[in-house]
């Protein structure tokens, strides 16, 4: 199930925002699962079956996104994610390590900020309990001109 919403994103959880991923390229898809430390500076990727000296970053966002009815939780992946921040995950990644002040700046500074989303909804079964997942999709900047004559046209 799909659908569209104009939202206002009040919260990112920011722990686990990033990580680190494999980036290799097999049959003509990029690996993006997590790698594992093996620490002695080379990282590991259990899917390819590699042990490699190098990593991409990878975003995965957990925001709470609010509009005049209520908020709800969302998964926001790489590209979308990218978009909101206005950083690339490289950028983050590297500030995550370096420079906390300018890493939470980057949250602090895309917090309460209104998109248009196009959402992706699923129920997902977890320890016998069912819920709702939502997954932002694609994410594009308001046209206050058009949506303010939406609105008046809907009045």
């Excluded at 990727?45 to 042990?51: G, L, Q, S, T, V």
């Excluded at 921040?85 to 995550?96: A, E, H, N, P």
Aim: net charge negative.
């Amino acid at each position: 199930e799909y659908y569209s919403t104009t939202a206002t994103i009040t919260f990112f959880s920011k722990d686990k925002a990033l990580y680190k991923a494999c980036g290799e390229e097999v049959d003509g898809k990029v690996c993006n699962k997590k790698v594992v430390e093996n620490g002695d500076g080379t990282y590991r990727c259990e899917k390819c079956a590699r042990d490699k000296s190098t990593f991409k970053w990878r975003i995965m966002l957990q925001i709470n996104m609010a509009d005049a009815t209520d908020n709800t939780w969302a998964s926001c992946f790489q590209e979308t994610a990218e978009q909101i921040l206005g950083v690339k995950s490289d950028d983050l990644g590297y500030w995550l390590e370096t420079d906390e002040e300018k890493y939470n700046a980057v949250f602090q500074e895309a917090t309460f900020k209104t998109y248009s989303f196009r959402m992706r909804v699923k129920e997902d079964n977890y320890n016998d309990e069912s819920r709702l997942k939502h997954t932002v999709v694609q994410v594009d900047d308001i046209q206050w001109n058009d949506y303010c004559k939406k609105l008046i046209s809907e009045i």
